[in-house]
């Protein structure tokens, strides 16, 4: 079945300490990337990825770092998290102008 | 930049009745792509209906269709005979045909109640 997976689905963490949100597809997809949805703003990318080893800013990436070292991987990683970095998080592939699939999103709580 | 508006924070609609969902957005690209996302309260993000810039005919799938009113820039959602499932956010999202990011630009979304 094609797929985006994404875990975990919830995440509760302290301020400060480092985490991981993976992030994987199945489908052999080019373009992968990560939004943010929050109350009020619908949802905003973070970062994008075109193809192994390549990635851009979308436009709320400031706390965020991602990776793309294999085609089906893209974690999002915060190094030090904040409390407005609460959010419901979607991970999301594509080949180019194709459909859009999305991932069943984790909801991170900062305290 | 490309922004997609949606004015209507909340709608409701009775089991059966037809509901329009308003859109606008803004971009001075001349191909793109619309779309109109469901969202449960399961959180999965569920395509509704894309539309074609360049295709004048306006998107039907099933009880849903859009009115797309290019000059305008407009692109709302008609969902008729409404059902109890039909509740649920609604996203209206533009993508450009330019490639790149594949970036998806959203609205803030509209929260549908359907009532028995």
């Known amino acids: 079945e094609a797929q985006v997976t994404q875990n975990p689905r919830y995440l509760i963490t302290v301020t400060g300490k480092k985490l991981t949100v993976t992030c994987s597809q199945n489908m052999n997809h080019e373009y992968m990337s990560w939004y943010r949805q929050d109350p009020g703003l619908g949802l905003r990318q973070i970062y994008y990825s075109m193809n192994v080893e390549v990635t851009d800013k979308g436009d709320v990436p400031e706390g965020y770092k991602v990776s793309r070292k294999e085609k089906r991987n893209f974690p999002l990683i915060l190094e030090s998290p904040s409390p407005n970095q609460t959010s419901l998080y979607f991970c999301a592939s594509s080949l180019s102008q194709g459909r859009t699939f999305f991932g069943q999103g984790t909801r991170l709580t900062v305290v | 930049a490309q922004t997609v508006t949606q004015s209507q924070p909340e709608m409701s609609v009775q089991e059966a009745e037809t509901v329009t969902l308003s859109c606008t957005y803004d971009?001075?690209?001349?191909?793109?792509?619309l779309f109109w996302y469901k969202q449960p309260p399961s959180r999965q993000m569920i395509l509704v209906i894309r539309?074609?810039?360049?295709?004048?005919q306006n998107a039907t799938e099933n009880r849903f269709s859009v009115n797309f009113q290019k000059a305008a820039k407009s692109f709302s959602l008609k969902i008729s005979d409404s059902q109890l499932g039909d509740a649920a956010m609604y996203f209206c999202?533009?993508?450009?045909?330019?490639?790149?990011?594949?970036?998806?630009?959203f609205g803030k979304g509209t929260k549908l109640t359907v009532n028995p």
């Open positions: 999202a533009y993508r450009s045909a330019q490639g790149g990011s594949e970036k998806l630009v």
């Open positions: 971009t001075s690209e001349s191909d793109y792509y």
């Open positions: 539309q074609e810039a360049y295709k004048q």
